[in-house]
């Protein structure tokens, strides 16, 4: 394993080691180029993932402050808990669900798609789907996505056959165990999916694709991959010139050490990203790096979602097995017949009990409240996940009072559902209990979204330096040497999980970043 | 299937720390098999009857009948705890029991833990549900509650699996009463 010096200004720092920042750093050590990881959190390997919600949560989960604000149910029920994401390495490739599913074209395009959307502030993305595709075949190839590469799809538990079922009674056909980067065969030095049925608390076959013990191992075998984990990121540093010099970073003991870099690339989410870029402002750029457009922490996108459960006479028992393995794309389409822009996509999703009495209704109490969750061995769920329209005002700003343990500003998440997303979501949740109904269910709960998991925008592509933060290979498009490699990017969330796209991107910039440090360009 | 190391990592003082972060902090009941009565013979700042009124309100918050005191006391008990090391606690705690007995006299003339019947002590607690005595007891408690191993498989959750070799030959898919498709 790499141990390079504080002082090297060769090295590129990467900062986080999720999807984006873990797969870019393989990338680029695999293609010789020597790199530095910083992240956050711990190193949890897969030995010590539990299969309990609570206590994993607390080993995984980013609970350090946050503040969340706006109309959202999420900032009342959690104001302090705006999103649910990992601080460890792996970042939130150690409790994502697997699901693995390309954007469809006009999602590339939703500004020419949708037209003019009243409140929200499209854009097309200055890609298509055609120069993506590339770059997804080797992101599906790299995971090992089932229904890719001839790997086989994945068997269907308990919750995926009642949600089939109650699909085919009301006459959907694309319904599948889905694509998912869990092997349903050994591949790739992995095994196969045990169906443990904990896929959130961290994967204990190591049957899911994460960067914890995929990409990161294989970028330290090369000699290349310097990983150091409990490091915080509090500032990017520049010259006079505006060129990123480094960074500084807490490290485990707490004292400031400061990483010199020849690039520099943000890969810390949808939340923490823009944050970092506003905490790094100076004389030059007061208002923050990269931010000569403003739109740094704008156009935070969370994904329209909810949940439907339904329960029944006779038991199902949910939540064996594989968690997400289950969707239905019918209404992915866009189709504004139905009364809004923009599809939602329906995939099954089980809690266990610790986490149905603090999510199925936050703030709930009494008989009907218990009597839901005395049914649970008898229920079924799907998690609802449509494309959010990208507002101007739903943005990540820094906390006017709040601060971390290290004295820096913590991230305000703001965030108003726009008309789009409260229509979809009401015809998702009519959709979700119908489905259910179908099949004889006696009750069905509409459930509140729970705080987010999928964190994008906030640093979006565009063409056009006005319009966004980076272009299309995810440069800042004031700072030639400093790169966004997360979610951030996102120009539009689609109707699907990010993970696939995130990776894909990762690997495409990797590729461009190579090229550029051999050209000289940075 | 790797290897899984069954050993509990973390405390529960490393619990409430990490959770303060605007989640409850889950109070992880011991297994200990209390009676009821033993709940307040305990030592600790909270009178037994103002012990034995919030186990009342944990039950009517959440109740579930075939529950049986204890789970509902191993919820509560921390709070015992935390009265000793906070005194702003225990005043929160002391007065919002105090609040709940006066409406309850003035109403019925019993204190709380006497009202006959749960809808008649619903609307009692529906009346202090703005407070932060009320807010703080729920949220503390859908954790503390909940979160009891104990209690799992009387809800039919069969929590840890991997450690059983996930449900692969365990009906992960044994579901048998629905129509064919």
């Known amino acids: 394993m790499a141990q390079f010096d504080l002082n090297d200004d060769g090295v590129v720092v990467i900062v986080g080691s999720g999807a984006g920042g873990g797969t870019l750093g393989n990338e680029l050590a695999q293609r010789g180029i020597k790199v530095v990881m910083l992240e956050a959190g711990p190193r949890n390997e897969i030995q010590d993932f539990v299969n309990d919600e609570w206590e994993s949560f607390t080993q995984l989960a980013w609970t350090d402050m946050r503040v969340a604000s706006g109309s959202w149910r999420v900032a009342q029920d959690f104001p302090n808990l705006p999103a649910w994401i990992v601080k460890s390495v792996g970042g939130s ?32 993305w200055p890609i298509t789907k055609a120069d993506l595709d590339p770059w997804y075949d080797k992101a599906e190839t790299k995971m090992g996505v089932t229904r890719t590469n001839n790997i086989p799809g994945l068997p269907g538990n308990n919750n995926f056959k009642v949600m089939e079922a109650g699909a085919r009674k009301l006459g959907y056909k694309e319904v599948s165990t889905g694509r998912m980067a869990i092997n349903s065969e050994p591949r790739d030095g992995r095994g196969f999916c045990q169906q443990i049925g904990f896929c959130f608390q961290g994967c204990k076959s190591g049957a899911k694709w994460s960067t914890l013990y995929t990409e990161i191992p294989q970028g330290e075998a090369t000699g290349n991959l310097d990983v150091r984990p409990n490091s915080h990121v509090a500032r990017i540093e520049h010259d006079r010139t505006g060129k990123v010099t480094g960074v500084t970073y807490f490290d485990e003991t707490g004292a400031l050490q400061r990483q010199k870099a020849r690039v520099v690339c943000v ?43 339904a329960t029944f006479e006779k038991p199902v028992h949910m939540y064996r097995g594989t968690t997400m393995a289950g969707i239905i794309r019918d209404e992915a389409r866009h189709d504004p017949a139905r009364g809004f822009n923009g599809g939602y996509e329906m995939e099954t999703i089980s809690i266990g009990l610790p986490f149905m009495a603090a999510f199925l209704n936050p703030g709930a109490w009494g008989r009907s409240f218990t009597s839901a969750l005395e049914t649970y061995p008898r229920m079924a769920g799907m998690w609802l996940i449509g494309e959010d329209m990208p507002q101007e005002s739903n943005r990540i700003t820094l906390d006017p009072t709040a601060k971390d343990k290290h004295g820096l500003p913590v991230a305000n998440v703001h965030y108003d559902d726009h008309p789009n997303d409260i229509a979809m979501r009401n015809h998702a949740y009519r959709q979700g209990a119908a489905i259910y109904e179908a099949v004889g269910a006696t009750v069905t709960y509409p459930t509140t979204p729970y705080p987010s998991t999928h964190n994008m925008g906030t640093n979006r592509m565009s063409a056009n330096p006005r319009d966004g933060v980076v272009n299309k290979f995810g440069r800042t498009h004031d700072i030639k040497n400093l790169f966004i490699s997360d979610g951030s990017q996102f120009t539009s969330g689609a109707a699907c999980n990010p993970t696939l796209t995130i990776v894909a991107l990762a690997i495409r910039q990797a590729d461009h970043i190579a090229s550029a440090m051999q050209k000289r360009d940075i | 299937m790797r290897t899984v190391d069954p050993r509990n990592r973390y405390s529960r003082r490393f619990l ?166």
């Not at chain 2, 700042?45 to 034995?52: G, I, N, R, Y």
């Open chain 1, 267 to 309: 890969a810390g989410n949808s939340l923490e990203s823009p944050r970092l870029l506003l905490n790094s402002a100076s004389s030059l750029f007061p208002n923050g790096l990269a931010n000569s457009s403003g739109q740094v922490g704008r156009n935070y996108m969370r994904h329209m979602t909810g949940s439907v459960y």
């Open chain 2, 16 to 181: 409430l720390k990490g959770m303060a972060a605007g989640l409850p902090a889950a109070a992880i009941a011991s297994s200990a098999e209390l009676s009821v009565s033993d709940a307040w013979a305990e030592d600790g700042p909270l009178a037994p009857p103002t012990m034995k009124t919030l186990v009342k309100v944990a039950r009517d918050i959440y109740p579930h009948d075939f529950l049986g005191d204890v789970y509902y006391v191993n919820a509560i008990k921390p709070w015992n705890g935390k009265a000793a090391s906070d005194p702003a606690i225990k005043t929160m705690l002391e007065d919002g029991v105090r609040r709940l007995d006066g409406d309850a006299q003035k109403g019925h003339g019993v204190p709380y833990v006497d009202v006959g019947w749960e809808e008649q002590r619903v609307k009692l607690l529906e009346g202090v549900e703005k407070t932060d005595f009320f807010k703080k007891l729920r949220s503390d408690l859908v954790v503390s509650l909940y979160n009891q191993h104990e209690l799992w498989k009387k809800f039919g959750y069969e929590g840890p699996s991997a450690d059983k070799g996930g449900y692969i030959n365990r009906g992960f898919n044994d579901i048998d009463w629905l129509p064919k498709t």
């Open chain 1, 93 to 124: 490739t150690v409790h994502w669900a697997g699901a693995s599913l390309r954007f469809d074209e006009h999602e590339f395009k939703i500004a020419s798609a949708y037209g003019g959307v009243k409140g929200a502030n499209l854009l097309d």
